[in-house]
């Protein structure tokens, strides 16, 4: 079986941005996000966290629809990004 593909679409960048933007704009450390991450019942560590962030790893659905409640947005928020002033 071929090993899946890593690389991370335009989306995914945007969405790994986005997070990070909403992250700091709220004043969390990535521990402090992902610890609500956690409760929310998906479990993440700062290191998870960190590497969606950096794009290094792929945020799934279910780690999209828990950030977005974790961030107090929804998950389309965090698919469309930050608007460009």
Known sequence: MAARS???GSAGMRTARTIEILRAERG???RELATRVT???RPMSNTMLSRIER???RCDVD???AL???L???PLALLQG???E
């Open 55 to 57: 794009a290094q790893r």
């Open 82 to 84: 930050i608007p460009a």
């Open 63 to 65: 780690d999209l629809v």
């Open 28 to 30: 969390l450390a990535q």
């Open 72 to 74: 107090g947005v929804s």
């Open 68 to 70: 977005a409640q974790a």
């Open 39 to 41: 409760a929310l019942g």
């Open 6 to 8: 890593l690389e991370i």
